[in-house]
């Protein structure tokens, strides 16, 4: 009888951590990570691969302290993640607090956000309609500073600023070819335009900084290069009135 019941003891509690430890998140990327009780995620992997490999964890699994048989997983980065549990509660998770690893939780972390998941559930689960609410559009979220520092700057920042900062020089040159007020009023439409994009580009990328994980001095250049970019458009706008 009592073999029998350590037996049963010992069955019901390897199940139970075979049930958590089959826990995983599912990044917006794609990407699938264990979720294991002494689990160290890095910031790298749970930036999708965005992130620098700097070693510098972003999350780590540990046990409630209230009840073993529940895993939480941490926040260990200075960014504020915000979750949505199956049941529709908001909690944001700030450096140092955690939220209980549940099945259909879903984790906007900032540079992705993710679903977790039970391993053994069907992978076409239907998601909840509350996914939006972790991860909102791109633009805003690039607004807010939720996407990694090199998305924000490198893509948004470098890439898509040479698509519209060069915008006033093609209007300017073919502008000698009309007269004033249409060529004023294109110019001042342009002006609008590129301070709302500049605005929306440098505020992004300053925020986006303030909780990246990776060496500080990639912070600074960042908020440099923010700087500069401002001062570019700025500069290139002058030039483009004064050839009006």
């Known amino acids: 009888m009592t073999v ?3 037996e049963a003891t010992v069955g019901a509690s390897c199940e139970a951590m075979g049930t958590t430890g089959e826990l995983q998140i599912r990044l917006s990327t794609g990407r699938l990570i264990g979720l294991p009780n002494g689990a160290r ?3 790298y992997e749970l930036s999708g691969g965005w992130g620098e490999r700097s070693g510098v964890n972003s999350a780590e699994v540990s046990e409630d302290p209230h009840n073993p048989k529940e895993l939480r997983l941490r926040n260990l980065t200075a960014r504020r993640w915000i979750a949505i549990m199956p049941d529709g509660e908001r909690q944001e998770i700030d450096f140092g607090s955690s939220i209980r690893l ?3 939780a879903q984790i906007n972390f900032g540079a992705t956000y993710g679903e977790i998941v039970d391993a053994n559930a069907p992978a076409d689960r239907p998601r909840s309609g509350n996914a939006d609410a972790t991860r909102g ?3 805003a979220r690039h607004w807010r500073g939720d996407l990694s520092l090199p998305m924000s700057f490198w893509i948004n920042g470098v890439l898509f600023g040479l698509v519209w900062r060069p915008s006033p020089y093609p209007f300017t040159f073919s502008g000698t070819n ?3 007020p249409w060529s004023i ?3 001042m439409f342009l002006g609008i335009a590129g301070a709302i994009l500049t605005l929306w580009t440098v505020v992004g990328i300053w925020r986006s900084s303030e909780s990246y994980d990776g060496r500080a001095a990639w912070r600074v250049l960042a908020r440099v290069g ?3 970019m401002a001062i570019a458009t700025l500069a290139q706008f002058a030039v483009a009135v004064r050839l009006l």
């Open 226 to 228: 923010a700087v500069l």
């Open 41 to 43: 995620i890095s910031a």
């Open 185 to 187: 009023l294109g110019m």
């Open 102 to 104: 549940q099945a259909g």
């Open 4 to 6: 029998a019941m350590v």
């Open 178 to 180: 009309y007269r004033p």
């Open 137 to 139: 559009n791109f633009v």
